[in-house]
C-alpha cells in the first residue's frame, strides 16, 4: 500500500469516527436534558446547601441555560448530519435518531421563546414530552437498529425482525438515507425560520419597551 492509499484510508476513517461519535453524542445529550428537566428537584436539592445568594441564582441559570446548551447541541448534530454523503458513512438509525433531533429542537424552541422555562406550565409539559420521545426514538434507536443484534447472533440465519431493524441502518439502505434526507431538510429548514423569527420578534419587541 502506497503512502498516499494509507493517508486517504487513514483520514477517511477518522472522519468516519469523528462524525460517528457526533452522532452517538447527540444521543447522550438527548438523556441529559431530560434528566436535568425532569429532575429539576433533585438538583434543587443541591441549591439549598448554598449560603450565597448569588451562588444560588447561578446554580438556577446553569440548570435552565444548560438544558437548553444540551438541547441545541442535539438538534445542531441533527441538523449537520442531515447530508446523504454522511448517512451513507456512518451509522444513523432511520427515521428514529432524525426524528429525535427535530423534536428536541421544536421542544428548544418551546422552552426559549413560549414559556418553556415556568416549570408545570402547560408550554413546560410539552417540551417535556416532545425531549421524553426524542429520547425513547434515541434509545430504540440506537439500541435495535444502530447496535442491534447482527450474524453473528444467529448461525442459523438472521429472524425477519431484526434483518428489517439492520435495514433501517443508513449505511446499510442508501434509498432510505435520501428519502429521509428529502423531508428533513425542509423540515429542519422550517424549524430554522420559526426560531429565527421568534427570535427576531422578541428581541425588537424588548426593544421598543
Known amino acids: 500500500m502506497s503512502a498516499e492509499l494509507f493517508a486517504e484510508g487513514f483520514s477517511k476513517g477518522l472522519e468516519a469516527w469523528s462524525l460517528q461519535n457526533m452522532v452517538d453524542s447527540g444521543v447522550v445529550f438527548s438523556f441529559i ?12 436539592s443541591y441549591k439549598r446547601r448554598m449560603t450565597l445568594r448569588i451562588s444560588s441564582e447561578l446554580w438556577d441559570m446553569f440548570i435552565d441555560l444548560g438544558t437548553d446548551l444540551f ?11 442531515c447530508n446523504p454523503d454522511i448517512m451513507v458513512d456512518v451509522k444513523i438509525a432511520l427515521p428514529w435518531l432524525p ?25 413546560w409539559w410539552a ?7 426524542a429520547c425513547l426514538f434515541n434509545w430504540f434507536g440506537f439500541t435495535f437498529v444502530m447496535e442491534g443484534a447482527t450474524d453473528e447472533y444467529f448461525p442459523s440465519g438472521q429472524p425477519p425482525l431484526w434483518q428489517a431493524l439492520h435495514h433501517m441502518r443508513s449505511d ?7 428519502t429521509t434526507f428529502h423531508w428533513l431538510s425542509p423540515a429542519f429548514a422550517l424549524l430554522f425560520a420559526w426560531a429565527l423569527a421568534t427570535g427576531l420578534v422578541r428581541t425588537i419587541a424588548s426593544k421598543k419597551e
Request: charged share 10%; net charge positive.
Open 33 to 44: 436534558a431530560l434528566g436535568m428537566m425532569a429532575c429539576r428537584a433533585y438538583l434543587d
Open 71 to 81: 438541547l441545541f447541541g442535539a438538534a445542531l448534530i441533527g441538523l449537520l448530519t
Open 127 to 133: 417540551a417535556l414530552v416532545l425531549i421524553a420521545v
Open 99 to 123: 426524528l429525535a433531533s427535530l423534536l428536541m429542537g421544536i421542544a428548544l424552541i418551546l422552552r426559549s421563546f413560549h414559556g418553556g422555562h415556568k416549570t408545570q406550565s402547560k408550554i
Open 172 to 178: 446499510m439502505n442508501r434509498e432510505l438515507s435520501l
